[in-house]
């Protein structure tokens, strides 16, 4: 194999490992997070758990304030009836009261019910947010998963390029560490080697070029193995 | 000018109507109302009383106790609006421009249909 295609396939391996160690990372980052989410989900869902057996709770204290509030505005009836039965102008007093208070307690369970029925409607909303919450949990599990399936493939990955790390050593005959930093020495020195030309080869300078000439000479067959 | 008279308002349905405070006796949270194959009137227990109940409408929470040919009758369905006196006409009474007509409480258990036996 030519020196080129040596420094070709080590520059190759070195990229793919590059890029291995670089998945590697990201892959672990994405276990990572996925994680933290499962768990930021998992208080949500806890915390909209408690909010629903609050507001179970609230309901059944309305519950409890509509049953005497609905008894008291039958009493206020009772009270305008009896009144109405007395007639006019006996009753009459009894008669106001009585229609007064019905308001007053109609008012009540009417702002009861609005109550009642908004706490619905957030029971509702909640009941669809855990939904889509639950969906995003889910997911966020599937990309832990799939997280653990990459960190195997990556491993695998690792795996083999080490082999193949191994079967060019057995190639090139040497270590490809060592091949590789032979082969950057060399296009150092051959890049070193076509500077001191050009500077040899400039008018200005003659002394300076007849002291690094050997010297060029030198470093270029030796870089150039 | 129009004699006035005690009573209660009621709706039974999208129709309001007028009970005079003679007949109707008491208003009582609706209890449980037991069923008389063959007989259209429903039966409860009202203050210790047995007491036949027409059902006019789905249940509100409510009876209106009445008095019929001296026995007492409960109607259930019926929406209590409020007690007053009102200006007496041969057909009901007035209320705020709206001529309320009676209940006619009697025509209404006559024609109440009989349950099955």
Do not use: Y
Request: proline share 4%; hydrophobic share 45%; charged share 30%.
């Amino acid at each position: 194999m030519s020196d080129a295609g040596v420094l070709a396939l080590l520059s190759d391996l070195d990229e793919t490992e590059q890029s291995r160690q670089k998945a590697d990372k990201a892959v672990q980052a994405l276990a990572q997070e996925s994680a933290r989410g499962r768990t930021l989900f998992d208080a949500v869902h806890d915390a909209a758990r408690g909010q629903a057996l609050r507001s179970r709770e609230l309901k059944e204290s309305a519950r409890q304030l509509r049953d005497p509030l609905e008894r008291a505005r039958l009493t206020a009836l009772n009270a305008g009836l009896e009144g109405a039965r007395k007639g006019d102008p006996v009753g009459k007093a009894l008669v106001v009261m009585a229609e007064e208070l019905r308001v007053l307690l109609a008012r009540a369970l009417d702002a009861l019910a609005e109550h009642s029925a908004a706490l619905s409607d957030v029971d509702r909303e909640r009941e669809q947010w855990l939904e889509q919450l639950g969906a995003a949990r889910d997911l966020t599990g599937a990309l832990f998963e799939k997280s653990r399936e990459l960190q195997v493939i990556e491993a695998g990955a690792a795996r083999a390029l080490e082999r193949l790390g191994a079967g060019v050593r057995r190639t090139v005959g040497t270590d490809p560490e060592r091949a590789r930093l032979l082969l950057r020495a060399a296009e150092q020195a051959r890049a070193l080697d076509e500077s001191l030309s050009s500077l040899k080869a400039g008018p200005e300078e003659p002394e300076l070029a007849a002291i690094l000439e050997p010297l060029a000479k030198k470093l270029g067959r030796e870089g150039g193995g | 000018m129009e004699p006035q008279v005690g009573g209660l308002l009621v709706r039974r349905g999208g129709a309001r109507a007028f009970v005079s405070a003679e007949q109707a006796r008491q208003i009582v949270a609706e209890p449980r109302i037991s069923r008389v194959p063959g007989s259209p009137l429903g039966m409860a227990l009202v203050a210790g009383r047995i007491v036949g109940v027409l059902e006019l409408g789905s249940s509100t929470g409510a009876l209106l106790v009445c008095e019929l040919d001296g026995q007492l009758v409960a109607c259930a369905g019926l929406v209590l609006e409020r007690a007053g006196f009102f200006n007496k006409t041969p057909e009901g009474v007035w209320d705020s421009g709206e001529l309320v007509p009676d209940l006619a409480l009697d025509r209404l258990v006559k024609g109440a249909p009989r349950g099955e036996a």
